[in-house]
């Protein structure tokens, strides 16, 4: 008599079922994610004709700005710190300019900030170390991005 095997067939495939929800989770997660990485204050900048900087920068730059209700934020790397007080952003910039001098520093303002304000600012860059400060502005007919 032949023997016949009713027992289970080895399968050659992949059951890419598991793997289907693993990325559907991590997709979901990324999505969720994601909005909470844009770190940023809103700045209504003013309008300038100014020259752009050029695009290649050895090192990413030291931002201050301050926003409409006077407030400081600084961003070093992807640190952003604030609203912080003017000592706090001194010794900040004084650590990273201290590790590169040639780092370079922007500064942004909103355009309903009064004068005296900026200025202080100004002197906050100047008692940390800061030679040179860019002003970070929007072209003339470009609109006001969101932050």
């Known amino acids: ?4 095997s009713r027992g289970r067939r080895l399968m050659g495939e992949i059951n ?20 909470l990485l844009n770190q940023g204050v809103k700045v209504n900048l003013p ?6 900087l050029p695009a290649k920068m050895n090192d990413k730059p030291i931002e201050l700005w301050v ?30 300019l201290a590790a590169n001098p040639d780092r370079p520093v922007l500064f942004k303002a909103d355009t309903s900030v009064s004068y005296g304000r900026v200025m202080k600012a100004m002197v906050v860059l100047q008692s940390a170390g800061a030679k040179k400060v860019g002003f970070i502005t929007l072209p003339p007919t470009q609109p006001q991005p969101a932050q």
């Open 47 to 52: 309008k300038a004709a100014a020259k752009t």
């Open 67 to 96: 926003d409409a209700q006077g407030a400081l934020y600084l961003r070093v790397g992807k640190n952003v710190i604030g609203p912080a007080d003017a000592d706090t952003i001194r010794s900040r910039v004084a650590a990273a």
């Open 16 to 35: 890419v079922v598991p793997y289907i929800d693993v990325m559907l989770v991590l997709l979901i997660i990324f999505m969720i994610t994601a909005p």
């Open 1 to 4: 008599m032949a023997h016949v």
